[in-house]
């Protein structure tokens, strides 16, 4: 397993790290998810990643009784707040009373002294950012969080944020959590050039499209009934005759380098030196197993060439 700094931090993370989103705490069976967390520190994952959310919570818990098993200085841990957790007017958004009800509430869920990374999980316009980020720098000072993210930030907004650090001496934003995969690359314009100037790193969420990327959908009227695509619309609707047909063609780069097409999809995604983390999800322990082999493959020039010719279909 390889590491990487996150952003300017001096913290080290594994560049494949295990999500619990759509997995932990609900849609995958508690033994198969603990057995994936498992697999994922035994093969040197030390980036565990959740959300208040997730399952309003289910995740956290069953995260948090697992690595109980290891210790605590061994791994790297990150939650989130902002989405709604129940319908009274507090229950949302980066407000001091939300933040502070919510983080302390996944702590006892995760049954953690400490998070290693607090998500702000998208901009409150609704909060005023210094209050969000006062909030989240006492957090800091309080030693219950060691490094502060955001997630889906635009370029502007989190410039806007370390102005607002730089002149009140508050904690710096030092990681961004975007998606980022073969099919969505918005982050490459603003966010990473902008990134790269002001120490943030991005740990990047779907980075096999939900699936697509790993080639298990042949075709976009034939959805296999135990994936994802089959329960859930959003992902089925994302799933083109157009998309499958550029895997297929990726497929066959992957093989002439001996890794699955999901391999190659990682391995491209950390071809960029501003990606800290990708974060993957396993519904079964093999799957973290798989992605795993990822971490170290290096394309060189002419490979990555010939991906970004399949996906845009343009020679350069």
Known sequence: MNYR?????????????????????????????????HTAYDLGINFFDTANVYERGAA?????????????????????????????????????KHLTDQFHASLKR????????????????????????????DLVRAGKVLYVGVSEWTASQIAEA??????????????????YNMFNRYIEPEIIPY?????????????????????????ASDIPADSRAAKLDWVKNGITEEKIGKVKQL????????????????????????????????????QIVENAKASGVKLDAEIVERIETILTGENK
């Open 5 to 37: 700094r996150l952003g300017s931090a001096g913290v080290k993370v594994s560049d494949i790290s295990l999500g619990s989103w759509l997995t932990y705490g609900g849609y995958v069976e508690r033994e198969n998810a603990v057995k994936a967390i």
């Open 60 to 96: 956290e818990t069953l995260l948090g009784e697992t690595i109980k098993a290891f210790p605590r200085h061994s791994y790297v841990l990150a939650t989130k707040a902002f989405w709604p957790m129940g319908d009274l007017p507090n229950d949302r958004g980066l407000s001091r």
């Open 110 to 137: 995760l049954d953690v002294d400490y998070v290693d990374i607090m998500y702000c999980h998208r901009h409150d316009p609704e909060t005023p950012l210094y209050e969000t980020l006062r909030t989240l720098d």
């Open 162 to 179: 370390h102005a607002i650090a730089d002149r009140y001496l508050l904690d710096r934003i030092v990681v961004n959590q975007p998606q």
């Open 195 to 219: 990134s790269e100037r002001s120490g943030v790193g991005q740990v990047v969420f779907s980075p096999l499209a939900q699936g697509l990327l790993t080639g298990k959908y042949t075709s």
């Open 251 to 286: 497929a066959s780069v992957a093989s002439e380098l001996d890794l699955t097409v999901g391999q190659l999809a990682l391995a491209w995604i950390l071809r960029q030196p501003n990606v800290a983390s990708a974060l993957v999800g396993a519904s079964r322990p093999e």
